[in-house]
């Protein structure tokens, strides 16, 4: 029963122009069945939401590229190619620019937190786009089919990752996308140790 639980549905997420038109469509009719079920809908804002992404890739690449350092020296060449990518751009970042990450980090943390003052759960999508198809045949050729793959893509999850709230992702409808119908993600995140109410 969810009867009277505040669902704060985020405006940068929901009214983002890179979110494709067939993924808001499905996860705004999933948000208004939860206002059905006895909901109460809230507008909230987490106003870095666009930028998380940017932020976990510059903290995750300074950190990944320490924890590997040795094999980074001696095996770089047993990493995927991407991998490769990360690992020495995250070696070669500034130490200030990973100081301003972990201080958006905080910022990042303090919205989340603030939106959660007004709702017991936020809702946004999962991703800017439905899944994309998992590769057939040996897998993925080449690194250009990798790009072309996540083109256009943008995780919506990186957000709690930062305010180390937990989150969860529950499909929601698809989107028909060259023939393929195509999983859309609905995205619930709560406050900490609220994995049961999610």
């Known amino acids: ?11 940068e997420a929901v009214e983002a122009d890179f979110l494709q038109p ?18 109460t809908l809230v507008d909230v804002s987490i106003p870095i939401l666009p930028c998380a992404a940017a932020v976990t890739r510059a903290i995750l690449g300074v950190e990944s590229a320490t ?14 190619h991407n991998v490769q990518i ?10 200030q620019l ?8 905080e910022l990042t943390r303090q919205q989340v937190f603030t939106a959660l003052q007004l709702a017991d759960v936020l809702a946004l999508p999962g991703s800017s786009e439905p899944a994309a198809l998992l590769p057939t045949g ?5 690194k250009e089919e990798a790009q072309q793959r996540m083109a256009g893509r943008r995780s919506l999850t990186g957000v ?39």
Not at 138 to 142: D, I, K, T, V
């Open 86 to 95: 990360d690992f020495l751009t995250g070696a070669l970042m500034p130490a």
């Open 98 to 105: 990973y100081y301003k990450a972990q201080q958006l980090r």
């Open 67 to 80: 924890l590997h350092h040795d094999w980074i020296r001696t095996r770089l060449h047993d990493y995927d």
């Open 1 to 11: 029963d969810i009867k009277g639980r505040r669902i704060g549905v985020i405006k």
């Open 22 to 39: 067939q993924v808001k469509a499905a996860v705004m009719q999933a948000i208004i069945a939860l206002e059905t079920l006895g909901a």
């Open 138 to 142: 040996a897998g993925l050729q080449s």
């Open 160 to 198: 709690f990752n930062l305010a180390n709230v937990p989150a969860l992702c529950v499909p929601c409808g698809f989107a028909s996308v060259d023939g393929q119908d195509l999983p859309i993600g609905l995205q619930l995140a709560g406050p900490p140790f609220a994995d049961g109410l999610l």
